[in-house]
């Protein structure tokens, strides 16, 4: 594991999402606190976004990047995080499939299409 700018950790290992309570996820040993985005190969920590609550499309310019075929939206244990129209709309357009679920369900997804397509994730780890 190599850390390089800001803090995304890069991974030589297929992640895996290991455990998830509220505010705290495990992902290949690594203990996070904090809202993660978990690529194909390693973890943007300490994501956050422009409004707590709403995730916009300047909050996922970083993971929509990567080109994804699906984009899975972890809303929190209690789904108080919403996905604005603007990026509903924009991952229509472009044929990324939304797949937004509580985290819990939402790291379930993630360890089953690793590997079996091109994914991404934004955890919202609390409410």
């Not at 994804?68 to 604005?84: F, Q």
């Not at 044929?95 to 985290?103: K, M, P, R, S, V």
Request: aromatic content about 4%; glycine content about 8%; hydrophobic content about 40%.
């Amino acid at each position: 594991m190599a850390e390089t700018a800001g803090k995304l950790l890069l991974h030589e290992r297929p992640m895996r999402i290991q455990r998830f309570c509220v505010g705290e996820i495990v992902i290949r040993g690594e203990r996070y606190t904090d809202d993660v985005i978990v690529f194909e190969d390693g973890v943007r920590q300490r994501w956050r976004r422009k409004e707590g609550h709403l995730l916009q499309m300047d909050d996922l310019r970083e993971a929509l990047a990567t080109e994804p075929e699906a984009l899975i939206v972890g809303t929190g244990t209690d789904e108080r995080m919403k996905v604005s129209p603007e990026v509903v709309a924009h991952t229509r357009q472009a044929g990324i499939e939304l797949l937004q679920f509580d985290t819990r369900r939402a790291c379930q997804t993630f360890n089953h299409l690793h590997g079996k397509r091109r994914i991404v994730a934004v955890l919202h780890l609390t409410c």
